[in-house]
């Protein structure tokens, strides 16, 4: 699962449930877990003094299906009426959740919210670059050969000698 999420053992819900605190155990066991989009909405609605939403299935829940699956089992998930429950991945959710929140996650706008150059800016001349002056280029593109630019030149390493360090 990403980004890990809070270990909690088998005797600390032992402790929960001694104390009859199932609410505080269900939200260590959900929302808290490795839940990421669960987490955020839940500060969310925290701070916005709302209350908080049902949590959603937790990763470890869905890694667990994918390894039932890889050995060949048909996995239902059904709902307590017997529906049955769509189990997204998290890139979905995350997609869905930026989307109610009105962020743009396209390639495009994460490109001109970093200030990466294009192939074709560099290529048109268009300096941008970093403190240093050094050209920032995508991480995902590649540079052509620009007219005028000579080869890059190789340069031999030579072997250094041995020295001695006196205490």
Not at 152 to 158: G, H, K, S
Request: hydrophobic share 40%; no cysteine; proline share 4%.
């Amino acid at each position: 699962a990403q980004f890990g999420g809070q270990r909690f053992g088998e005797m600390e819900v032992w402790a929960l449930e001694a104390y009859g605190s199932a609410y505080t155990l269900q939200e260590m066991l959900t929302i808290k877990s490795d839940d990421t989009i669960g987490r955020v909405k839940a500060y969310e609605a925290i701070v916005k003094g709302e209350n908080i939403a049902e949590p959603s299935i937790p990763e470890s829940f869905k890694v667990l299906l994918k390894e039932m699956q890889s050995l060949a089992l048909d996995v239902q998930v059904l709902s307590d009426e017997g529906r049955e429950v769509e189990v997204r991945e998290e890139d979905d959710e995350l997609l869905r959740a930026a989307e109610e929140l009105g962020i743009d996650l396209s390639p495009g706008s994460l490109r001109a919210a970093a200030r990466e150059p294009t192939v074709e800016e560099v290529e048109e001349g268009g300096e941008r670059g970093d403190e240093e002056g050094e050209l920032v280029v995508a991480a995902d593109e590649q540079l052509g050969d620009v007219e005028g630019e000579e080869p890059p030149v190789e340069v031999a390493l030579e072997e250094t000698a041995d020295v001695e360090v006196e205490d």
